[in-house]
């Protein structure tokens, strides 16, 4: 399983604290410094079964700076994917990826329920 986090951020923080506590192996992956990739995105929003905005940083100042929030709804999912492939910091976070499951954000009782019968 990876955790895929940005380390300053408050909810990453508070989720890998959540992942120690509760004993659950993972590798760590820094979004700022290993941009997932147009392919990965890809893969993460299939097995996610999520809509594809679910996956950008509504409240992140490049999202806000770039205007997203009106230009989205007028883009394909390829040119969505590709744009979350240029930064990480679009990338909503932390997310967990496992065999066959992604999870986006921390939910606790969503986590709770999948990462506890793994």
Do not use: H
């Not at 299939?46 to 230009?71: I, Q, W």
């Not at 986006?104 to 793994?118: C, D, H, N, P, Q």
Request: net charge neutral; proline share 4%.
């Amino acid at each position: 399983m990876t955790f895929v986090c940005y380390p300053k951020c408050t909810t990453c923080q508070k989720a890998q604290k959540w992942l120690d506590e509760n004993q659950i192996a993972y590798a760590f992956r820094n979004i700022k410094t290993d941009n997932p990739t147009l392919e990965e995105l890809s893969a993460w929003y299939t097995a996610s079964g999520l809509p594809l905005k679910k996956f950008f940083n509504t409240s992140g100042l490049l999202y806000k700076s770039m205007d997203l929030k009106n230009k989205l709804p007028s883009m394909s999912e390829e040119e969505m994917l590709q744009l979350l492939s240029t930064d990480g910091m679009l990338v909503k976070r932390p997310l967990v990826i496992g065999d066959g499951f992604v999870l986006v954000g921390f939910k606790e009782a969503e986590w709770e329920s999948r990462l506890k019968t793994e």
